[in-house]
């Protein structure tokens, strides 16, 4: 294996974390597909897609570097969503914990000498700013347009948002 076992582990705990935040995305897009919300379910079913992605990136490299997939049990979603705002508090809270997640593992890679995983993991740290940036915009758009207005983030959605 060329990289460690704790390396590893967190690589490991990662795809779990990653299926679960498709998962957890996919709930909040069936929850604006109830609402007839296209364009706000298309953003999400996008992002589950997204962070199913992710996830292979994961098994993949833990795959090249010799280590073992072990993933871990995925946590049931949230289904309480009840409004746009909290969708978008959720999903804000999630990449901000992501961020966490990927910064610890960058940390350990550092601290290891691990010049691989810094490399693979440099693409998740860029990544990780694009996603906590448009989670903070789409949230910020919501709480303007409120609760009544969901229609006018749709047309944003629709011309280029």
């Known amino acids: 294996m060329q ?24 709930q909040i ?3 604006f597909d109830g609402e007839s919300l296209s364009k706000l379910a298309k953003f999400f079913y996008a992002q589950a897609e997204e962070e199913r992605e992710h996830a292979m990136k994961f098994v993949h490299f833990l795959m090249e570097v010799g280590a073992e997939l072990n993933i871990a049990a995925i946590p049931a979603t949230k289904t309480d969503i009840g409004t ?7 999903s804000l809270d999630w990449e901000q914990e992501v961020t966490r997640q990927i910064t610890a593992m960058m940390d350990l890679a550092v601290q290891e000498k691990d010049y691989a995983s810094q490399a693979f993991l440099q693409w998740f740290v860029t990544e990780q700013v694009e996603e906590i940036s448009t989670m903070e915009s789409m949230l910020d758009i919501v ?4 609760e009544k ?7 944003y959605l629709t011309h280029g948002g």
């Open 3 to 26: 990289i460690s076992k704790a390396m590893a582990d967190l690589m490991n705990a990662q795809v779990g974390n990653e299926l679960g935040a498709s998962n957890q995305y996919l």
């Open 29 to 31: 897009a069936s929850y």
């Open 84 to 90: 746009a705002e909290k969708a978008f508090e959720m």
């Open 143 to 146: 709480r303007k347009a409120g």
């Open 149 to 155: 207005n969901l229609l006018m983030v749709e047309a």
